[in-house]
Nanobody, 122 residues
Framework: QVQLVESGGGLVQAGGSLRLSCAAS????????MGWFRQAPGKEREFVAS????????LYKDSVKGRFTISRDNAKNTVYLQMNSLKPEDTAVYAC???????????????WGQGTQVTVSS
């Protein structure tokens, strides 16, 4: 019902920057929030950041606070993740996700993109 396509990944040196984009299509009117997640080799998927479509309330993983910024363009149904001061430990596949419902524990994610590779070299 919702399709998500990420772009903007690539190879960057430590200290560099990348901006990821996630374009949503389909039943986007049902989405209340969007999130970015990442999964590194041999590790579990982890939450990076989220934003609500209305109000733009944001949440961040502690380790990316001050370096990453999530934003959205409601008219384009697109969310972004600006990543600055990248570190090798940021290397992962980054995927965006759409949430149809938010609980007191935070958004529950229902649709996922395929992900885009971010590699940060030393």
């Amino acid at each position: 019902q919702v399709q998500l396509v990420e772009s903007g990944g690539g190879l960057v040196q430590a200290g560099g920057s990348l901006r990821l984009s996630c374009a949503a299509s389909g039943r986007t009117f049902r989405s209340v929030a969007m999130g970015w997640f990442r999964q590194a080799p041999g590790k579990e998927r982890e939450f990076v950041a989220s934003i609500t479509w209305i109000g733009g309330s944001t949440l961040y993983k502690d380790s990316v606070k001050g370096r990453f910024t999530i934003s959205r363009d409601n008219a384009k149904n697109t969310v972004y993740l600006q990543m600055n001061s990248l570190k090798p430990e940021d290397t992962a596949v980054y995927a965006c996700a759409s949430s149809l419902r938010v609980t007191t524990q935070g958004p529950e994610y229902d649709y996922w993109g395929q992900g885009t590779q971010v590699t940060v070299s030393s």
